[in-house]
């Protein structure tokens, strides 16, 4: 299965492989050398830990780069009055009597806990496309889905300061 990436999402990713080979990797290569340096490698607890550090930098390069090969790129444009990706939507929850905010990203970058929704979740399928003051019904699974009125979607965004999710 691919992601479905936009240009930006794939530029960051882009530039974090790049920061990941040129700075990291040589500050985690002397780090192993200075913990082998210190002696019997049997008891050497920094050499361990340098080492895995420098596993995972590489591990995450990998990752990057099958992400990116393996990418569907998507655009994000949408209509001047309909949700979108990178659009902050603010929807009435009925069930609930509250209002929440929500950002509509792609997956890689959602995180709930921070108001940032995948375009993948149930909430952001349902609310993409979609314009303000319509009622949409977001469907959780088969025997559960409940009803949201999208009040307000904010264009404005500016998408330069999110991060990737790391995993």
């Known amino acids: 299965m691919y992601d479905e990436l936009t240009k930006s999402d794939i530029a960051k990713m882009e530039k974090e492989i790049e920061h990941r080979k040129l700075v990291l990797r040589k500050e985690l290569i002397e780090a192993v050398k200075e913990a082998r340096a210190q002696g019997d490698l049997s008891e050497n607890f920094e050499y361990y830990a340098a080492k895995k550090e420098k596993n995972q930098n590489e591990s995450r390069i990998r990752y990057l780069e099958r992400m990116i090969k393996t990418a569907k790129i ?9 949700v979108g990706i990178n659009n902050i939507v603010k929807v009435w929850l009925p069930e609930d009597e509250e209002e929440e905010t929500y950002r509509i990203i792609t997956t890689i970058r959602g995180n709930s806990l921070e108001g940032r929704i995948s375009i993948d979740s149930p909430l952001g399928k349902a609310l993409l496309g979609h314009k303000v003051g319509e009622q949409v019904i977001v469907k959780v699974n088969d025997d559960y889905s409940y009803p949201v009125i999208i009040r307000e979607i904010d264009k404005s965004v500016d998408d330069s300061g999110d991060t990737i999710r790391k995993f």
């Open 74 to 82: 998507i655009s994000d444009d949408s209509k001047d009055d309909e």
